[in-house]
């Protein structure tokens, strides 16, 4: 599929076809040229913000030398109303962690806590594992199977374009620690929620149901978790000695960094994009998200540096996703009532090609569908029948009625490097890069100018 | 190159060319075939010694557990005369591994100590950075420019089929250390000596030159590599933190595991083979080198299976070949003067498919080579004009005039994983861990059985 979609691509230099609608406006498809030709903006922030900050742990000092960075590239780009919007929320902070198998095949395995995790003393615990396929599969098992035993279960997702196992394959990490404490498990260890072969574990949040005693709850890396799977099946009993020491250090500020590109038409509302600025802590958060912290912020400074957009662009770079959407959810309560938010739209899976669009527009603007997708199609980029749902971080906003577009980029390898060690700047391809902010380009092009009014897609709508 | 090679493997199937020469012995074409097609011992030993020992660190106690565990898969698997020559070494053991960028730009870096690295204290070392593209620039540098400072070197290894990058671009290793310390560095830090992009750092051994201060001397991943120059790029001074605490712990007991195929003839010679049992201690060895150790095993097993050869098999797993061949050069001090050993080979290169043949056989035995070469090449292997070396544990055997049978796998990817915590059972692909017993099974048959005697291959012709 890869060669059509990239000639199509490379054909889009020659065609550039004119836009019908708009004269007086930059040429969208020569804007959206421009930037698969020679963006270098992009490329710029995601070497900066991952050399020059690095991991960038929601509610850590890091992170708030995140945003400090991002105001400076962000007023140095020549943004308007660079500002940060605060926030507090609770941080869990990572301690140290190694798992070993004590009995009957003496070894260290890679371990990484889950958010949230709870601690062992610092010695750590030793207690036998018990193996469970699925989470069905421990729900299922008697307490007496599972008391004071450290759980371990595995899961079976492979890689795919749309990433869509990682819902379904996630239980593990999602669900797993809370019903393993409700049945008295010592602990939980889960195969990684990954697609790689590699010796990085996967960390992610999960959070214990109300009620629930915190019980330590890490990740093995694939090949620890396949290890640790041959040694069960020897049928000996099996001993963990398991040291994960997180901690929760109360309540700190985090913060969405905020950064607009002034429309000419206040009344034509704002359009709101971005990505997210926090990432975990073990890898320097190149995939996720600087990705789509530099996606987004190339393609509005590309509608920039043409002229003065009919509507404003908004982008967004919030704080403290990965951890439970805190940045998010404090924008949205923030702003929900302003009343000018016409459209949204988040870029964050990683920064390979966008192979699809997907929208969820109102009846009455079709034709603007329609004439992004004629600009996304030369980039290899098909449109989709799903709803756009607008990301983590400005999801509620589809939710609440107002419209959204997704660019879903290929996430075939996406989940090799998510949330481990492995999330570091060279796995970022320029060339797909520059693919993301032509289609972003594209997009804020056609929206921002687009003459009609940009419809409410409607709560019915939203929610597929 | 793949495919017209794998066709040819398959073709073997079919063409199953007889033995012109011998037909009193197992036809050697059937006995390649058979492992092609169906070898499982080769596979249950790597998992079984990857999975119920796992890493085995030259001279520890997890290397004596490698030794009885051959002791008893050979004794099960049939073998004759299955013993432990014993010997001692000095032993160095890994303790505590972490670096940190302070300034500019906080961040921590990974690092794993490479072997005979000298410590810091506990709290580690903090000193500015200097970077050298080489060693050679260093050596070049004057003393005051490194007096204090913490040495970071860099090279440019680039995957290939031959692993020949691994000489020249070892260098930072090997002799970085050395040149650092007499310097007056305060430690070493390089870019780790491989080929890929995962955060697992390699390590390898390295020996400081006599009089030479023990510095701490550690390898960076290689994607913390690339971060560190990036950071280094920016022109401001660099400060690092580095802990590295491994210990000298003495002598200790390592050994070598001998088990033969006892042959019909006393008079015809005995042929060595074998690998290393020890590995490094971040991985489970499984490329490195647990797959030569069933490669070699198995393809003996096969032999052995087929009926009493002419000359006696014996299958050496080696101890302590990654700390400095110690038990490569115990075994040659003890037996060099048996008189008997007229062949020897090592597979210690991974166990991706062999592509080429190389001997340094007497011109006496051109006859035995041709045949060996015509019973590889069904297997895609094609015969290489370089002289046999014998491998790292029986070099000293070639060097001092024996001849010798290398069969080269394909490197291109064994860099990645080499020394690494991702050495692991699933870097192994079955089918081609199958051909290379089928090669070994070939070049034993042939050998084994060869009628004519086989003649030392000469110390000249051995040092190429």
Chains 1, 2 share one sequence.
């Not at 020569?30 to 030709?37: F, H, M």
């Not at 400090?68 to 990572?94: C, K, Q, S």
């Not at 004590?102 to 003393?121: D, I, K, R, Y």
């Not at 796995?427 to 797909?432: G, L, M, N, S, W």
């Amino acid at each position: 599929m890869k060669k059509p979609l990239l000639l199509i691509a490379f054909a889009a230099f020659a065609l550039s076809p004119a836009s019908a609608f708009q004269t007086s406006q930059p040429d969208p498809a020569a804007l959206r040229d421009a930037a698969l030709a020679s963006d270098t903006v992009a490329w710029d922030l995601l070497e900066g913000l991952t050399t020059e900050v690095g991991q960038r742990m929601a509610g850590t000092e890091a992170e708030a030398r995140a945003r400090d960075w991002a105001v400076r590239r962000l007023t140095a780009l020549g943004f308007a109303n660079v500002h940060i919007e605060a926030f507090d929320m609770p941080v869990w902070v990572r301690g140290e962690e190694r798992a070993e198998i004590v009995a009957p095949f003496p070894q260290n395995l890679v371990v990484t806590a889950l958010g949230n995790s709870g601690a062992t003393p610092v010695r750590g615990i030793e207690a036998e594992v018990v193996y469970f396929e699925t989470v069905a599969a421990l729900e299922a098992a008697p307490d007496s199977a599972v008391r004071g035993r450290i759980v371990f279960i595995t899961h079976a997702m492979q890689a795919n374009q749309d990433g869509s196992g990682y819902g379904p394959f996630g239980a593990p990490r999602r669900r797993g620690p809370s019903v393993a404490s409700r049945k008295g498990a010592a602990a939980i260890v889960i195969r990684s929620i990954g697609t790689d072969y590699h010796r990085n574990p996967h960390t992610g949040v999960q959070t214990f149901d109300e009620g629930v005693r915190p019980i330590p709850a890490g990740a093995l890396s694939i090949p620890d978790a396949e290890q640790l799977q041959r040694i069960l099946r020897r049928g000996q009993p099996v001993r963990m000695r398991l040291v994960l020491t997180p901690r929760n250090i109360g309540r700190r500020q985090s913060g969405n960094v905020v950064a607009e590109v002034p429309g000419t038409d206040p009344s034509a509302g704002v359009i709101v994009i971005g990505g997210h600025l926090d990432s975990w802590d073990l890898g320097t958060g190149a995939i996720d998200n600087a990705a789509g912290v530099a996606i987004t912020t190339a393609a509005a400074h590309r509608i920039m540096q043409a002229g003065r957009p009919r509507r404003t662009i908004r982008v967004v770079l919030f704080g403290a996703e990965e951890v439970g959407v805190f940045g998010g959810n404090a924008y949205f309560a923030a702003h929900r009532n302003d009343g000018n938010v016409v459209l949204v739209g988040e870029s964050d899976f990683g920064a390979d090609r966008v192979w699809r669009m997907t929208t969820n527009l109102a009846p009455a603007n079709t034709a603007l569908g329609d004439r992004i997708n004629a600009l996304l199609a030369p980039l290899g980029i098909v449109r989709g029948r799903d709803r756009a749902n607008a990301g983590a971080d400005l999801g509620a906003w589809a939710n609440a009625g107002i419209a959204a577009i997704d660019l879903n980029q290929d996430g075939t390898r996406y989940f090799d490097y998510h949330h481990t060690p492995d999330d570091t700047l060279d796995k970022v391809d320029p060339a797909q890069l520059r693919q993301n902010v032509a289609a972003w380009t594209a997009v804020l092009a056609a929206t921002a100018n687009a003459p009609e009014r940009i419809e409410p897609a409607g709560v019915a709508a939203a929610r597929q």
